[in-house]
């Protein structure tokens, strides 16, 4: 199977992104998503059902409202969940989370670590797929934007005699309102692919992930990750295939996690130039 890689909404890619791909190309879905959809796809060794899927990501973000930074709660959980704060404050969250819904505690060092692993891989595309939903009504209140300033400008260029129209008077209020805002940054949510891919391993093992992003493989290739053919994946401008931790960009392999030592293939599929 082709699973694209390492974005969950097909909504993130272009046209031109999406016709790079190979044809029948997958996205994941963790659990939030319609089981009905014929563009998704679901880990048959994922732990949490719909159910609970749902209510884990609720008690999460419930969590992190009332325990995290209020600026910005989804980024806050995201950042425990990917290790990037302090270990202890990761498995607060975890443990917390656990024990309020599953009235378990799971402990990284029992006897099926493999378990505990695909648990905290789901938690983590879960939240990711989360900040994608939010990164899209971003991109909308985006778009929405640019076209109020839009109508403002074709008010302005239009000259005085025009601006009496009623489209136009509401346009001009909307600029006023507007002025003061800027546009929304999106990119510096994205998120980490390295991390991601790491839940990927965990969950759906010996599928070939495929990707349009570009810097993936620039970023695979400055890490000296080794080159595969180009017939191991049909129609993609570079491959790179080794174990799974050194795609992650780790320097061995974890003693605690040995599944990271699974091969796994990406491929880069290159965009047209010039196409959106």
């Given at each position: 199977m082709?699973l694209?890689?390492?974005q969950?909404?097909?909504?993130?890619?272009?046209a031109?992104?999406?016709a790079a791909?190979?044809?029948?190309?997958?996205f994941?879905d963790?659990?939030?998503?319609?089981?009905?959809?014929l563009?998704?796809?679901?880990?048959?060794?994922?732990?949490?059902d719909?159910?609970?899927a749902?209510a884990l990501?609720?008690?999460t973000?419930r969590?992190?409202?009332?325990?995290a930074?209020?600026?910005?709660?989804?980024a806050q959980s995201?950042?425990?969940?990917?290790?990037?704060?302090?270990?202890e404050?990761?498995?607060?969250?975890?443990?917390?989370?656990?024990?309020?819904?599953?009235g378990?505690i799971?402990?990284?060092c029992g006897?099926?670590?493999?378990?505990?692993?695909?648990?905290?891989?789901?938690?983590f595309l879960l939240?990711?797929?989360s900040?994608?939903e939010?990164?899209?009504?971003?991109?909308?209140?985006?778009?929405?934007l640019?076209?109020?300033?839009?109508r403002?400008?074709?008010?302005?260029a239009?000259?005085?005699?025009?601006?009496?129209d009623?489209a136009?008077?509401?346009a001009l209020a909307?600029?006023?309102?507007?002025?003061?805002l800027?546009?929304?940054?999106?990119?510096?949510?994205?998120m980490?692919?390295?991390?991601?891919?790491?839940s990927?391993a965990?969950?759906?093992?010996?599928?070939?992930?495929?990707?349009?992003?570009?810097?993936?493989?620039?970023?695979?290739?400055?890490?000296?990750?080794?080159?595969?053919?180009?017939?191991?994946?049909?129609?993609?401008?570079?491959?790179?295939?080794?174990?799974?931790?050194?795609?992650?960009?780790?320097?061995r392999?974890?003693?605690?996690?040995p599944?990271?030592?699974?091969m796994?293939?990406?491929g880069?599929f290159?965009?047209p130039v010039?196409?959106?």
């Open positions: 082709f694209h890689f390492p969950m909404h097909p909504d993130f890619l272009t031109s992104a999406r791909l190979p044809e029948g190309v997958r994941l963790p659990g939030l998503g319609s089981a009905a959809s563009e998704h796809v679901r880990s048959e060794v994922a732990p949490f719909d159910r609970t749902k990501l609720a008690d973000l969590f992190g409202e009332n325990q930074h209020p600026r910005d709660i989804l995201l950042i425990e969940q990917a290790g990037i704060l302090s270990s404050s990761g498995r607060a969250v975890q443990l917390e989370v656990e024990k309020s819904v599953l378990v799971s402990s990284p006897a099926d670590a493999l378990d505990a692993a695909r648990r905290q891989a789901q938690m939240l990711a797929w900040l994608e939010r990164l899209l009504d971003l991109h909308g209140v985006e778009d929405r640019k076209s109020a300033w839009d403002l400008d074709q008010s302005v239009a000259g005085a005699e025009v601006v009496e009623e136009d008077q509401e909307l600029g006023r309102e507007l002025s003061g800027a546009r929304p940054e999106t990119s510096s949510l994205a980490p692919w390295r991390r991601l891919l790491e990927y965990a969950l759906m093992p010996g599928q070939i992930l495929c990707t349009s992003d570009a810097e993936i493989g620039v970023d695979l290739a400055e890490a000296g990750v080794p080159e595969a053919s180009l017939d191991e994946v049909p129609g993609a401008a570079r491959v790179f295939r080794a174990q799974a931790w050194r795609l992650m960009g780790l320097d392999l974890p003693d605690a996690k599944w990271l030592d699974a796994l293939t990406v880069v290159a965009q010039g196409n959106e």
